[in-house]
């Protein structure tokens, strides 16, 4: 049986390759872990092992497991910590969001930013906003098309309690090799266009535990992983 630490240094070491063979920088690609059914005394075993990133898809979850992690942290562990919600946001969760997460990367339509940014508190820092694209068209997923985006941008980027950084999507799991490639590669070329607009988009989020050598080959600035982490995932808290 393999601890968090172990995994942590498989998964480290695998996106330092990925970014060798991608004649990337050392270190340009950032690790989120993904959280979501993962109790309190996992995130401290993982946060020890020097994990600062957290992505969490359902908020009452997220919430309970902030407050049952704070009491394991210091003060300055907890402060040192960034909540990355991931899933799909639903308008009468976004209160709830912009109170307790310092990134949403899940935006695809104007109504949720538009709530957001009402809802942060104006002593607080802008919520880092990634727009979620849906890039091969699935009906079960979240996220806008392609030409879509530019559009959700210039509205995003209008908003003083929101700061754009960048695209995240989540590609069709069935997709072949070369097809999956071709997806990352999309949003790649993508991405490249709007940072010349808006300068303070650095962050493209796509590659998740199986996928994790393709997504950086093909630009990729943040992976998503929990499996390859925490082990195969339990039920979902309710």
Known sequence: MFSIADKLINVRQRIKKAEIRAKRAPNSVNLLAVTKTRNAEELYSAMLSGLKSFGENYVNEAV????ALQALCSEKEYANLAWHFIGPVQSNKTKVIAQHFDWVQSVDREKVATRLNAQRAPE????KVCIQVNINHEASKSGINIQE???????ISALP???LRGLMTIPKASQSEPALRASFLEMQALFETLKQRYPTMDTLSMGMSGDIETAIECGSSMVRVGTAIFGPRPEKIN
């Open 64 to 67: 309970s497991k902030q407050e």
């Open 124 to 127: 607080m820092p802008p919520i």
């Open 149 to 155: 985006v530019e559009t959700l941008c210039a509205k």
């Open 161 to 163: 309690q929101l700061e």
